[in-house]
């Protein structure tokens, strides 16, 4: 029997149901091996790795020609192999525990697999979307929201903006098909900032119910 560690989730990556009105439009959780080069960095561990096994192979092969190379070298090869097996492994349980979802009023993100924190940011709060496209069509999504609302840099990472410390910004990152999801993201915040906000409001002579801008 498949266990779902999620399964108290009444609709999948939201605390709660969505109101009638609201329609889900797209889930989605990062790329693994995307989050592993762009967050985790492994090409640049790998990069650090092949010059150290190149120069303690050079070594070994200086004092005892291929036999030394292969007998120093080795054993940094074998650590690049473990440092690349956890980096994977942290790249997966960070992306398994992710759902990004966006609605006709709102961007969610359900992350975190120690310490699990759900973001709602409504469209009305959202300044400004910015797209890092990256290979093979993923990219990132970085969300820029108003008012004085702060997040910790430390409780996002890695689904903020990278290098955006001091005003951290929340990120879809690293998902697949990233223009795709840009473009319908865009198109639903028009669309949800376009109509007008109904507020009911108590006139000394009658209640009316009023649209505020």
């Known amino acids: 029997m498949s266990h779902d ?6 609709v999948k990556g939201l605390p709660e149901r969505p109101p009638e009105h609201e329609r889900i439009l797209w889930q989605g959780r990062p790329d693994t091996w995307a989050l592993a080069r762009d967050a985790y960095k492994i ?29 120093f070298g080795l054993p940094y090869a074998l650590l690049w192999a473990a440092a690349m097996g956890v980096i994977l492994l942290l790249a997966w349980v960070a992306a398994r525990s992710t759902v ?33 496209l990256g290979k093979g069509g993923t990219g990132t999504l970085a969300l820029e929201t108003m008012g004085e609302t702060k997040f910790s840099y430390l409780i996002l990472w890695p689904h903020c903006r990278p ?14 098909e990233a223009e795709k999801i840009a473009a319908l993201l865009s198109d639903a915040a028009e669309a949800r900032v376009s109509q007008p906000v109904i507020e009911r409001k108590t006139s000394p002579v009658m209640g009316d119910l009023v649209a505020a801008e």
């Open 43 to 71: 090409n640049w561990i790998t990069g650090y790795f092949v010059v150290i096994i190149g120069w303690r192979a050079s070594v070994g092969a200086a004092d005892a020609g291929l036999a030394g190379a292969f007998a």
């Open 5 to 10: 560690d999620f399964a108290f989730e009444p």
């Open 100 to 132: 990004y979802t966006i609605t006709t009023a709102r961007v969610a993100m359900r992350i975190g697999a120690a310490l699990t924190v759900t973001l709602n940011l409504p469209f009305r709060q959202i300044a400004n979307a910015d797209l890092a």
């Open 163 to 176: 290098g955006h410390i001091h005003v951290t910004k929340p990120a879809l990152r690293c998902i697949p």
